[in-house]
């Protein structure tokens, strides 16, 4: 399964104080906190653990359908790799612009898969019709006929005819930036 997320760093330095008490300890493993405490770049690195987290959530959540409980401790980062008790998840981070941050989570490494991500700055609607595109022009049928709605636990699936479809996906937006990942 794969999930994504992206943080506008810009709206996280305004909506989010993590050097507040408490914040880091309570989101992150005490190894995370030594590496942000020790990084060139702690806020940057605060984020990409966060938005790291976030992917992977995603990713085993809408794997085993999971009702929402987000508990960041319980994903530990190390380097591009994320576990969740005995699952691994695989991860790509990048810096954009110095502008935003976005993360790919995938619980196949992410060099066999093949995906297709979009990033877009001010266009909340207009990403979703860009995913619809991409799966029609795929399947080669019209996009009218793709809907995305959610399951009972709050996880986005596409539809096509109003059946479910098991095309892994993942959307995500924050701030000014809207981004979706799409396995082919």
Not at 56 to 63: D, E, G, N, V
Not at 123 to 139: D, G, H, Q, V
Not at 156 to 173: A, E, N, W
Request: aromatic residues 12%; contains cysteine.
């Amino acid at each position: 399964m794969i999930g994504n997320d992206i943080v506008d760093l810009k709206t996280a330095e305004i909506q989010n104080n993590w050097q507040r008490k408490g914040w880091v300890q309570k989101i992150f493993t005490v190894s995370e906190q030594n590496q942000v405490m020790i990084s060139e770049n702690p806020h940057h690195l605060v984020w990409k653990f966060w938005s790291m987290k976030e992917a992977t959530y995603k990713a085993h959540q809408r794997q085993f359908l999971l009702a929402p409980k987000f508990n960041p401790k319980d994903f530990v980062c190390t380097d591009s790799i994320i576990t969740i008790g005995n699952y691994s998840y695989f991860s790509i981070s990048k810096l954009m612009n110095d502008r935003c941050l976005y993360t790919i989570a995938s619980s196949i490494t992410l060099r066999n898969v093949l995906y297709t991500s979009r990033v877009f700055k001010n266009s909340f609607y207009y990403y979703k019709n860009e995913l619809k595109k991409i799966i029609a022009e795929e399947l080669k049928i019209h996009s009218s006929r793709i809907t995305i709605e959610k399951n009972d636990n709050g996880i986005p699936m596409i539809m096509i005819d109003h059946k479910l479809t098991d095309i892994q996906f993942s959307l995500t937006s924050h701030g000014s930036f809207t981004a979706f990942v799409i396995v082919l």
